[in-house]
């Protein structure tokens, strides 16, 4: 509240208050130190409003006949909803730690309700002309007396303090996190280049100058609330305040145009480019085969927070922890990066489960690979047709499954115990889905691969194709665009139980389930492993990290620059996490997993799905009806 000078204060050299006359009030309205301001915000705008201009119009054309179609319906809504719910209250964030979620939030809807208070103090404070942009950015240099305001002025003041306070506590935090990460739920943090130091020493510098600039005002003028006036008039009471209020602005203003001009080339274009990349994936706009405008968006929308660090257990388990994807896209938005940053990755989208933003990071890196592939690109060419019996449900084994003949063994008994009708596709030798060759970049012999499976599928009449192997389940469900549903065979499994065609006994025995990560992250396929299991014996597993969040075996035929006593070093640790002391077996879904946890230790018998259901298989029902004949119900496939 304005009430003139505090006691022994003078107004600060070559105040108009010292002048014999006052000058007119609009000559007040501007001042040469909302220049680095001012340049800054009128560059940091120009920029966005080129770049979003050119990364639309750049889109395909049935990328824009897509957003224009949906662009004026409940999608936008929706994506205006999502951009406040994670670009300002940071939603996802939270999930994973509160007071990291908080340190994020208060930043970003702290800085936004100044914005948005500031614009509508200085619109309400009445002096009838249109306001700079810079005007409301420094309302309280320009205004000392807000009694215009009327009632409005406490609640105005109070809450500018109190936003004030909220961006001043998570940059404490920020800073904070920098010298003690795991208070904040991470064990490690990005390492920045030089343009991000910059940006961010910018960042975490604006609002404490902003709070001295406006403490020194309050100390001045007792224009502030219960924040800057208390610094004002009692913290930094002693100061010369008259000497630093001009500085204290000046500084203030820099620091607000050196962080615009550098947010472009820096991990803060993820703001603006987030809000555009929620848009346009609420409008359906996807990641391709291939590098496109839609990547650049993506990457520009990282804001290389580093969360996806901790989550990779290259890192956790390697102690490998400068190729994750805060790294990778990175080097990838600036220029090419190294055959390391591209191929040391286990491809298990573990960090595509962290990521606040949600980044297509697998696709990409993916991608990338397909550009430079790092063996020499095969052909397969001279696989040749086979025949099979016709039947209404294709098995298909795939390569980690021939690696792990038990897994096929036990399958195939399930399916004669339920009189299924069904014909074994890969059944002479392994034939492969094609996913390890699109995984490192060999897209053209995959294409190959996908053809000949193709013709395969469609020669046996299948109505259902099912497979034990997650990675090619997923190969079949995305690459393939067949006809039929895909199903992992404890989809089938289960829907064989309802039907009272596959009975087990309760054996009482407790197991721990691993989620397989092309079945848990890539077809989101959670719940039927567990219902199954439940069947036969009792599920105990000793970690958070399960579901979507699950741990990597470390078998994964992504990554081919590590040696085996690495991957059972990451096999090993994921064992410490989930396994309990009760359990008596590891029980997982892919044969892959299976293969690497029965190599990495003796601890624990490691066995499939299908294997311990076998274990505890009641009996064979009679033969159903031809009526009941069909594999597995249509409605259930989906």
Same mark, same amino acid.
């Given at each position: 509240?304005?009430?003139?000078?505090?006691?022994?204060?003078?107004?600060?050299?070559?105040?108009?208050?010292?002048?014999?006359?006052?000058?007119?009030?609009?000559?007040?309205?501007?001042?040469?130190?909302?220049?680095?301001?001012?340049? *800054?915000?009128?560059?940091?705008?120009?920029?966005?409003?080129?770049?979003?201009?050119?990364?639309?119009?750049?889109?395909?054309?049935?990328?824009?006949?897509?957003?224009?179609?949906?662009?004026?319906?409940?999608?936008?809504?929706?994506?205006?909803?999502?951009?406040?719910?994670?670009?300002?209250?940071?939603?996802?964030?939270?999930?994973?730690?509160?007071?990291?979620?908080?340190?994020?939030?208060?930043?970003?809807?702290?800085?936004?309700?100044?914005?948005?208070?500031?614009?509508?103090?200085?619109?309400?404070?009445?002096?009838?002309?249109?306001?700079?942009?810079?005007?409301?950015?420094?309302?309280?240099?320009?205004?000392?007396?807000?009694?215009?305001?009327?009632?409005?002025?406490?609640?105005?003041?109070?809450?500018?303090?109190?936003?004030?306070?909220?961006?001043?506590?998570?940059?404490?935090?920020?800073?904070?996190?920098?010298?003690?990460?795991?208070? #904040?739920?991470?064990?490690?943090?990005?390492?920045?280049?030089?343009?991000?130091?910059?940006?961010?020493?910018?960042?975490?510098?604006?609002?404490?100058?902003?709070?001295?600039?406006?403490?020194?005002?309050?100390?001045?003028?007792?224009?502030?609330?219960?924040?800057?006036?208390?610094?004002?008039?009692?913290?930094?009471?002693?100061?010369?305040?008259?000497?630093?209020?001009?500085?204290?602005?000046?500084?203030?203003?820099?620091? #607000?145009?050196?962080?615009?001009?550098?947010?472009?080339?820096?991990?803060?274009?993820?703001?603006?480019?987030?809000?555009?990349?929620?848009?346009?994936?609420?409008?359906?706009?996807?990641?391709?085969?291939?590098?496109?405008?839609?990547?650049?968006?993506?990457?520009?929308?990282?804001?290389?927070?580093?969360?996806?660090?901790?989550?990779?257990?290259?890192?956790?388990?390697?102690?490998?922890?400068?190729?994750?994807?805060?790294?990778?896209?990175?080097?990838?938005?600036?220029?090419?990066?190294?055959?390391?940053?591209?191929?040391?990755?286990?491809?298990?989208?573990?960090?595509?489960?962290?990521?606040?933003? *949600?980044?297509?990071?697998?696709?990409?890196?993916?991608?990338?690979?397909?550009?430079?592939?790092?063996?020499?690109?095969?052909?397969?060419?001279?696989?040749?047709?086979?025949?099979?019996?016709?039947?209404?449900?294709?098995?298909?084994?795939?390569?980690?499954?021939?690696?792990?003949?038990?897994?096929?063994?036990?399958?195939?008994?399930?399916?004669?115990?339920?009189?299924?009708?069904?014909?074994?596709?890969?059944?002479? *030798?392994?034939?492969?889905?094609?996913?390890?060759?699109?995984?490192?970049?060999?897209?053209?012999?995959?294409?190959?691969?996908?053809?000949?499976?193709?013709?395969?599928?469609?020669?046996?009449?299948?109505?259902?194709?099912?497979?034990?192997?997650?990675?090619?389940?997923?190969?079949?469900?995305?690459?393939?665009?067949?006809?039929?549903?895909?199903?992992?065979?404890?989809?089938?499994?289960?829907?064989?139980?309802?039907?009272?065609?596959?009975?087990?006994?309760?054996?009482?025995?407790?197991?721990?389930?691993?989620?397989?990560?092309?079945?848990?992250?890539? #077809?989101?396929?959670?719940?039927?492993?567990?219902?199954?299991?439940?069947?036969?014996?009792?599920?105990?597993?000793?970690?958070?990290?399960?579901?979507?969040?699950?741990?990597?075996?470390?078998?994964?035929?992504?990554?081919?620059?590590?040696?085996?006593?690495?991957?059972?070093?990451?096999?090993?640790?994921?064992?410490?996490?989930?396994?309990?002391?009760?359990?008596?077996?590891?029980?997982?879904?892919?044969?892959?997993?299976?293969?690497?946890?029965?190599?990495?230790?003796?601890?624990?018998?490691?066995?499939?799905?299908?294997?311990?259901?076998?274990?505890?298989?009641?009996?064979?029902?009679?033969?159903?009806?031809?009526?009941?004949?069909?594999?597995?119900?249509?409605?259930?496939?989906?």
């Amino acid at each position: 509240m304005y009430t003139g000078l505090p006691t022994k204060r003078k107004y600060p050299k070559h105040h108009y208050a010292n002048s014999k006359s006052k000058p007119n009030i609009q000559a007040m309205r501007y001042h040469p130190f909302t220049l680095p301001f001012s340049i *800054g915000l009128g560059f940091i705008v120009l920029y966005i409003i080129v770049m979003w201009t050119i990364w639309i119009v750049r889109l395909s054309r049935r990328e824009q006949k897509i957003v224009w179609k949906r662009l004026f319906s409940f999608r936008t809504i929706s994506a205006i909803w999502e951009s406040i719910r994670e670009g300002l209250l940071h939603r996802n964030i939270f999930k994973r730690n509160i007071l990291l979620g908080y340190m994020h939030m208060s930043l970003a809807f702290g800085w936004f309700m100044l914005i948005v208070l500031g614009n509508l103090e200085a619109r309400l404070y009445p002096h009838g002309v249109i306001n700079p942009p810079y005007y409301p950015i420094f309302f309280e240099f320009f205004r000392h007396d807000l009694t215009p305001l009327h009632e409005y002025e406490e609640i105005f003041t109070f809450l500018m303090d109190f936003f004030l306070l909220m961006v001043i506590s998570g940059v404490s935090l920020a800073f904070f996190k920098r010298i003690r990460s795991r208070t #904040l739920g991470m064990k490690r943090t990005t390492r920045h280049i030089l343009i991000d130091r910059i940006a961010i020493t910018a960042l975490w510098f604006i609002f404490p100058l902003r709070l001295f600039a406006e403490s020194v005002t309050a100390g001045l003028y007792n224009t502030g609330h219960f924040f800057t006036n208390f610094i004002g008039q009692w913290v930094i009471y002693n100061l010369p305040l008259d000497y630093l209020y001009y500085p204290a602005w000046w500084a203030y203003s820099i620091a #607000l145009g050196v962080f615009f001009i550098t947010m472009p080339f820096s991990r803060y274009m993820h703001i603006p480019a987030e809000i555009l990349l929620i848009f346009l994936r609420k409008y359906g706009v996807k990641e391709k085969e291939s590098h496109s405008t839609f990547t650049k968006i993506e990457l520009s929308a990282c804001s290389r927070c580093g969360i996806c660090i901790d989550a990779c257990q290259l890192s956790t388990s390697l102690n490998i922890s400068d190729t994750q994807p805060a790294y990778f896209i990175r080097d990838l938005r600036y220029s090419q990066p190294s055959e390391r940053l591209r191929e040391t990755c286990m491809m298990c989208m573990r960090c595509l489960e962290s990521c606040p933003v *949600g980044i297509e990071i697998t696709r990409i890196r993916e991608n990338e690979r397909k550009e430079y592939p790092l063996f020499p690109s095969s052909s397969y060419s001279y696989i040749n047709g086979y025949k099979y019996p016709k039947a209404k449900l294709a098995y298909f084994a795939g390569c980690m499954g021939h690696l792990t003949p038990s897994v096929i063994k036990s399958t195939l008994a399930l399916f004669d115990a339920a009189s299924v009708d069904y014909t074994f596709l890969d059944k002479t *030798g392994s034939i492969c889905c094609g996913r390890p060759l699109q995984m490192n970049g060999q897209v053209e012999a995959a294409k190959q691969l996908i053809d000949k499976n193709n013709h395969l599928i469609g020669e046996s009449g299948a109505e259902v194709l099912v497979t034990s192997c997650p990675i090619c389940a997923r190969e079949f469900a995305t690459s393939y665009h067949l006809s039929i549903p895909v199903l992992h065979h404890s989809q089938l499994l289960l829907e064989l139980t309802k039907q009272n065609r596959l009975k087990f006994n309760q054996s009482g025995l407790k197991v721990t389930y691993h989620d397989p990560c092309e079945l848990s992250r890539g #077809l989101n396929i959670t719940r039927e492993p567990r219902e199954l299991l439940q069947n036969a014996v009792i599920l105990s597993n000793g970690s958070k990290d399960v579901e979507s969040k699950s741990l990597c075996c470390g078998g994964s035929l992504g990554i081919t620059n590590i040696s085996m006593a690495d991957r059972n070093k990451i096999a090993n640790n994921t064992l410490e996490e989930i396994v309990t002391e009760s359990s008596s077996y590891l029980v997982t879904a892919c044969p892959m997993c299976r293969k690497t946890f029965t190599n990495a230790q003796e601890k624990i018998k490691v066995l499939d799905i299908a294997e311990i259901l076998e274990k505890n298989l009641n009996f064979a029902p009679e033969k159903v009806s031809e009526k009941n004949q069909s594999p597995i119900k249509q409605q259930a496939v989906i």
